[in-house]
């Protein structure tokens, strides 16, 4: 049975989705500041809440720590990347090598991850990305410089990429 834990950052709440046994992180929701809005669509599944799971709060742990503006390691061995086509790992796995406070085009992505002239391809992908943060789509930006879209809104993106020019 699926389950999540809400998680309360400097940006507002955020919830970590997971299975527990064995516990794979199944998706990552970013900060919002409507607390019912966050937990609908998990409720609406009948996922349970468990503030308490111990693996799950040490992800939550991360996550604080990220929007408190710290550099962080990224869990690989909670995420099941398995679930993507190799396509979408090569993306994915392209992304979380954007440095910290760095941005890369959905272009250059594309070129990095193998897939020259698959830009369009590399944001269907982010914007299916279950992991922001830990995979930081909020670096990929367009090729104007613009922040382009985002699943936590344009104010959410700009605020990320801020915290992370400031450290």
Same mark, same amino acid.
């Given at each position: 049975? #699926?389950?999540?834990?809400? /998680?309360? %950052?400097?940006?507002?709440?955020?919830?970590?989705?997971?299975?527990?046994?064995? @516990?794979?992180?199944?998706?990552?929701?970013?900060?919002?500041? +409507?607390?019912?809005?966050?937990?609908?669509?998990?409720?609406?599944?009948?996922?349970?809440? +468990? !503030?308490?799971?111990?693996?799950?709060?040490?992800?939550?742990?991360?996550?604080?720590?990220?929007? !408190? $503006?710290?550099?962080?390691?990224?869990?690989?061995?909670?995420?099941?990347?398995?679930? @993507?086509?190799?396509? =979408?790992?090569?993306?994915?796995? %392209? /992304?979380?090598?954007?440095? *910290? &406070?760095? %941005?890369?085009? *959905? &272009? =250059? /992505?594309?070129?990095?991850? &193998?897939?020259?002239?698959?830009?369009? @391809?590399? $944001?269907?992908?982010?914007? #299916? !990305?279950?992991?922001?943060?830990?995979?930081?789509?909020?670096?990929?930006?367009?090729?104007? $410089? %613009?922040? &382009?879209? @985002?699943?936590?809104?344009?104010?959410?993106?700009?605020?990320?990429?801020?915290?992370?020019?400031?450290?």
């Amino acid at each position: 049975m #699926n389950r999540y834990q809400i /998680v309360e %950052t400097a940006f507002g709440y955020s919830a970590v989705a997971f299975s527990a046994e064995p @516990f794979k992180l199944v998706e990552i929701r970013l900060p919002a500041s +409507d607390l019912d809005e966050l937990c609908r669509p998990f409720d609406e599944a009948y996922w349970r809440i +468990d !503030n308490y799971h111990p693996k799950a709060s040490e992800i939550g742990s991360i996550l604080v720590r990220y929007f !408190n $503006g710290e550099k962080i390691d990224i869990p690989w061995p909670v995420m099941d990347l398995a679930r @993507f086509t190799s396509a =979408q790992q090569a993306v994915y796995r %392209t /992304v979380a090598k954007i440095p *910290y &406070g760095r %941005t890369a085009s *959905y &272009g =250059q /992505v594309a070129r990095m991850a &193998g897939l020259p002239r698959a830009a369009r @391809f590399v $944001g269907t992908t982010m914007a #299916n !990305n279950p992991y922001p943060v830990f995979i930081p789509c909020h670096r990929v930006i367009r090729s104007d $410089g %613009t922040p &382009g879209l @985002f699943g936590g809104g344009e104010p959410l993106k700009a605020r990320m990429l801020a915290l992370e020019a400031a450290s």
